[in-house]
């Protein structure tokens, strides 16, 4: 009898343990399920964006104020030259500078857009950068032919001689109109452009920063700000011509032996091919190209008037300005 109260005693104990071991639900002890949310990163950390198409501004140290539009419609005879030269189409930047209340000569060589995802977007000077490489080119050994010369387009169309001098005048001479355009003194203002190889630009922006030289920084620009207006220089007005002076007395006439070292009209005419060779050699551009060569197209013609007018660099041919 008393083994069986034990027996009994025992499984009631183990009952009662498993019933106490059991969880409940309102008890202090009972297991809970932590439920957490993570904030979006996305929605919290995006950077602010703007949208490019409108003007963007900032000063410098030194007291200059930039202004930039991007995207900007490029110089007509620009995009004309442009397509002459079957070069892809480039995207342009318009940089004001008004320099006014600066201390310090300012140029501008640099401006860099940066989309959402951090890619950057680079302009750079129109002449140096880009003109400067869109030829056309001219070389010895046409069509790898050693000895023949000739103009050719950066996808290696091959020019007429007339077509290629043509062409190369216009290049040169707007590479150097719009060298230094995004220049300007102290109280000056100015306008220039820059461009990009990209066409694809972004809608909304992060930023933008310009890069002016003589600043080791970029400096970064904000939403708004006017074009700074600028005006063409004037006219200057021609005065008439005065009268030839009288000789006071008769000139001295020389020699069928004696000529003029710059005298060319009995000189033997040059091909294009042989005044380039004797520029290359040290003759002076007016000698090999206009006395001593007939030139054949506008441009050429165009060169030679500006050296006798004093624009162009009789040595160098390079346009001096005026």
Known sequence: MYRINALAALALATTLSLVGCSSDPTSDDAPTTVSSTVPSATAENAPETYELGQSFTATTSYGATLTVEIPAAGPPEIEQLRTDLKIDPVSYAKVGIDNRQGTEDVSVYLVTVYDKDGTAYEFQDLSVYHVADWGPNYTDALGGVEGQYGYTLAD???????????LSGKSTDLHNQYLNGTNASKLEVSTGWLASTTTELPERITGITIQPNGL???????????????????????????PPALPTSSPSQPTPTEKSATDTSSAEKFTYEEALAALNNGMPYYEAFCLRYEPSTDAGRSQCEG?????????????LGG
Not at 156 to 166: A, H, K, P, Q, S
Not at 307 to 319: C, F, L
């Open 156 to 166: 290696g169309t091959i020019l007429e001689e007339d077509v290629g001098d043509d």
């Open 216 to 242: 080791s920084e970029e400096v970064a620009m904000e939403p708004g700000g006017t074009m700074p207006s600028v005006k063409a220089p004037p006219v200057p007005t021609a005065s008439p011509p005065a």
């Open 307 to 319: 050296i006798e007018a004093g624009t162009v660099d009789p040595i160098t041919g390079e346009y």
